[in-house]
Protein backbone atom coordinates (compact mmCIF):
# COMPACT_ATOMS: atom_id res chain seq x y z
CA UNK A 1 0.00 0.00 0.00
CA UNK A 2 2.82 2.30 0.75
CA UNK A 3 4.60 1.99 -2.80
CA UNK A 4 1.15 2.39 -4.40
CA UNK A 5 0.58 5.62 -2.15
CA UNK A 6 3.91 6.93 -3.06
CA UNK A 7 3.39 6.15 -7.34
CA UNK A 8 0.20 8.57 -6.94
CA UNK A 9 1.75 10.94 -5.33
CA UNK A 10 4.72 11.30 -8.13
CA UNK A 11 1.60 10.60 -10.43
CA UNK A 12 -0.06 13.42 -8.70
CA UNK A 13 3.18 16.12 -8.72
CA UNK A 14 3.21 15.20 -12.17
CA UNK A 15 0.23 16.16 -12.99
CA UNK A 16 0.15 19.37 -10.96
CA UNK A 17 3.14 20.43 -13.07
CA UNK A 18 1.52 19.61 -16.57
CA UNK A 19 -1.23 21.54 -14.80
CA UNK A 20 0.95 24.63 -14.23
CA UNK A 21 2.11 23.96 -17.73
CA UNK A 22 -1.21 24.14 -19.25
CA UNK A 23 -2.07 27.18 -17.20
CA UNK A 24 1.20 28.89 -18.37
CA UNK A 25 0.36 28.18 -22.29
CA UNK A 26 -3.35 29.23 -21.91
CA UNK A 27 -1.97 33.05 -20.16
CA UNK A 28 0.29 32.71 -23.35
CA UNK A 29 -2.30 32.04 -26.04
CA UNK A 30 -4.47 35.22 -24.57
CA UNK A 31 -1.41 37.51 -24.44
CA UNK A 32 -1.03 36.31 -28.19
CA UNK A 33 -4.98 36.55 -29.06
CA UNK A 34 -5.02 40.21 -27.59
CA UNK A 35 -1.35 41.23 -29.63
CA UNK A 36 -2.82 39.22 -32.73
CA UNK A 37 -5.90 41.21 -33.12
CA UNK A 38 -4.36 44.72 -33.33
CA UNK A 39 -1.63 42.97 -35.34
CA UNK A 40 -4.55 41.96 -37.85
CA UNK A 41 -6.51 45.14 -37.57
CA UNK A 42 -3.80 47.30 -38.79
CA UNK A 43 -2.93 44.73 -41.66
CA UNK A 44 -6.60 45.50 -42.84
CA UNK A 45 -6.20 48.99 -42.73
CA UNK A 46 -2.84 48.29 -44.91
CA UNK A 47 -4.45 46.48 -47.37
CA UNK A 48 -7.34 49.20 -47.14
CA UNK A 49 -4.69 52.21 -48.39
CA UNK A 50 -2.76 50.04 -50.69
CA UNK A 51 -5.94 49.40 -52.50
CA UNK A 52 -6.71 52.91 -52.36
CA UNK A 53 -3.72 53.82 -53.93
CA UNK A 54 -3.42 51.27 -56.47
CA UNK A 55 -4.16 51.18 -59.77
CA UNK A 56 -7.48 51.10 -59.93
CA UNK A 57 -8.82 47.57 -61.62
CA UNK A 58 -11.59 45.12 -59.60
CA UNK A 59 -12.33 48.52 -57.77
CA UNK A 60 -15.44 47.47 -56.46
CA UNK A 61 -14.29 43.68 -55.60
CA UNK A 62 -11.53 44.53 -53.84
CA UNK A 63 -13.34 47.06 -51.44
CA UNK A 64 -15.96 44.96 -50.87
CA UNK A 65 -13.04 42.42 -49.51
CA UNK A 66 -11.66 44.85 -47.21
CA UNK A 67 -15.58 45.88 -46.16
CA UNK A 68 -16.12 41.98 -45.22
CA UNK A 69 -12.67 41.88 -43.31
CA UNK A 70 -13.80 44.75 -41.05
CA UNK A 71 -17.09 43.22 -40.37
CA UNK A 72 -15.14 40.10 -39.26
CA UNK A 73 -12.76 41.25 -37.35
CA UNK A 74 -15.86 43.24 -35.62
CA UNK A 75 -17.40 39.51 -34.92
CA UNK A 76 -17.08 37.61 -31.42
CA UNK A 77 -18.12 34.41 -32.72
CA UNK A 78 -15.18 34.06 -35.18
CA UNK A 79 -11.78 32.88 -33.80
CA UNK A 80 -8.61 34.86 -34.03
CA UNK A 81 -7.33 32.00 -36.27
CA UNK A 82 -9.80 32.43 -38.86
CA UNK A 83 -9.64 36.26 -38.87
CA UNK A 84 -5.92 35.76 -38.90
CA UNK A 85 -6.38 33.52 -42.20
CA UNK A 86 -8.81 35.10 -44.10
CA UNK A 87 -6.45 37.83 -43.21
CA UNK A 88 -3.94 36.11 -44.87
CA UNK A 89 -6.13 35.34 -47.67
CA UNK A 90 -7.11 38.49 -48.79
CA UNK A 91 -2.91 39.35 -48.69
CA UNK A 92 -2.79 36.24 -50.88
CA UNK A 93 -5.64 37.33 -53.46
CA UNK A 94 -3.48 41.02 -53.69
CA UNK A 95 -0.12 39.12 -54.20
CA UNK A 96 -1.18 37.10 -57.13
CA UNK A 97 -2.64 40.10 -59.11
CA UNK A 98 1.23 41.54 -59.40
CA UNK A 99 1.83 38.22 -61.49
CA UNK A 100 -1.10 37.32 -63.03
CA UNK A 101 -2.62 39.16 -66.31
CA UNK A 102 -6.58 39.08 -66.92
CA UNK A 103 -9.44 40.61 -68.85
CA UNK A 104 -12.68 41.36 -67.35
CA UNK A 105 -15.65 43.69 -68.15
CA UNK A 106 -16.61 46.74 -65.92
CA UNK A 107 -17.30 50.53 -66.36
CA UNK A 108 -15.05 53.07 -67.27
CA UNK A 109 -15.72 56.42 -65.99
CA UNK A 110 -14.27 58.88 -68.13
CA UNK A 111 -14.93 62.72 -66.85
CA UNK A 112 -19.01 62.74 -66.61
CA UNK A 113 -19.38 59.90 -69.22
CA UNK A 114 -19.08 56.37 -68.50
CA UNK A 115 -18.69 53.43 -70.91
CA UNK A 116 -18.79 49.54 -70.54
CA UNK A 117 -14.94 48.65 -71.50
CA UNK A 118 -12.90 45.64 -71.16
CA UNK A 119 -10.09 45.81 -69.19
CA UNK A 120 -6.31 44.25 -69.52
CA UNK A 121 -4.33 44.37 -66.30
CA UNK A 122 -1.02 42.86 -66.80
CA UNK A 123 0.23 42.38 -63.26
CA UNK A 124 0.70 45.82 -61.17
CA UNK A 125 2.31 47.05 -64.26
CA UNK A 126 -0.04 48.42 -66.73
CA UNK A 127 -4.00 48.78 -66.64
CA UNK A 128 -5.18 48.99 -70.22
CA UNK A 129 -9.31 49.57 -71.32
CA UNK A 130 -11.08 49.56 -75.02
CA UNK A 131 -14.30 50.59 -74.86
CA UNK A 132 -16.89 47.94 -76.35
CA UNK A 133 -17.06 48.60 -79.41
CA UNK A 134 -13.73 49.90 -79.98
CA UNK A 135 -14.02 53.39 -80.44
CA UNK A 136 -11.63 54.08 -77.89
CA UNK A 137 -8.57 52.73 -76.02
CA UNK A 138 -6.20 54.04 -73.30
CA UNK A 139 -4.60 53.01 -70.45
CA UNK A 140 -4.28 54.33 -66.50
CA UNK A 141 -1.00 56.60 -66.27
CA UNK A 142 -0.12 55.95 -62.55
CA UNK A 143 1.67 59.11 -62.46
CA UNK A 144 -1.18 61.46 -63.34
CA UNK A 145 -3.57 58.80 -61.43
CA UNK A 146 -5.72 59.24 -64.66
CA UNK A 147 -6.72 57.74 -67.46
CA UNK A 148 -5.07 59.05 -70.82
CA UNK A 149 -6.09 57.79 -74.43
CA UNK A 150 -4.03 55.98 -76.98
CA UNK A 151 -4.07 56.54 -80.66
CA UNK A 152 -6.11 53.98 -82.42
CA UNK A 153 -2.87 53.03 -84.85
CA UNK A 154 -0.86 51.11 -83.28
CA UNK A 155 -1.98 50.26 -79.76
CA UNK A 156 -5.87 49.19 -81.16
CA UNK A 157 -4.27 46.07 -82.59
CA UNK A 158 -1.80 45.57 -79.34
CA UNK A 159 -4.30 45.96 -77.21
CA UNK A 160 -7.04 43.73 -78.68
CA UNK A 161 -4.33 41.08 -79.14
CA UNK A 162 -3.53 41.26 -75.49
CA UNK A 163 -7.43 40.82 -74.60
CA UNK A 164 -7.73 37.85 -76.77
CA UNK A 165 -3.97 36.63 -74.74
CA UNK A 166 -5.66 36.94 -71.25
CA UNK A 167 -8.82 35.30 -72.38
CA UNK A 168 -7.03 32.08 -73.45
CA UNK A 169 -8.07 32.72 -77.08
CA UNK A 170 -5.00 32.60 -78.45
CA UNK A 171 -1.70 31.21 -77.63
CA UNK A 172 0.59 33.68 -75.35
CA UNK A 173 2.60 35.72 -77.23
CA UNK A 174 4.55 38.71 -77.04
CA UNK A 175 2.21 42.06 -76.76
CA UNK A 176 3.27 45.87 -76.81
CA UNK A 177 1.85 48.00 -74.28
CA UNK A 178 2.18 51.24 -73.62
CA UNK A 179 3.76 51.45 -70.11
CA UNK A 180 4.98 54.59 -67.73
CA UNK A 181 8.99 55.09 -67.65
CA UNK A 182 10.43 53.81 -64.78
CA UNK A 183 10.48 56.30 -61.93
CA UNK A 184 13.42 56.98 -59.42
CA UNK A 185 12.23 56.84 -55.53
CA UNK A 186 13.75 60.01 -53.36
CA UNK A 187 14.05 59.14 -49.82
Known amino acids: LRVY ?18 ENSIAD ?14 MVDGLEQFVA ?37 AYQIENEY ?14 AASFDADFLRIGRVALIYRTVGSRQVGYWDISEAGWRTLPDVPYKRYINKGLKVAKQEVAPELVSIPLNPAQVVKR
Do not use: H
Not at 76 to 85: F, I, L
Not at 98 to 111: I, N
Open 53 to 89: IDIPFLQKERTTRVVKLRKLLERSDVTVAEKTRRVME
Open 5 to 22: NKMLRKQLRGQENEIAVL
Open 98 to 111: GRTVEAYKDKLALG
Open 29 to 42: VAMMERQILPLISR
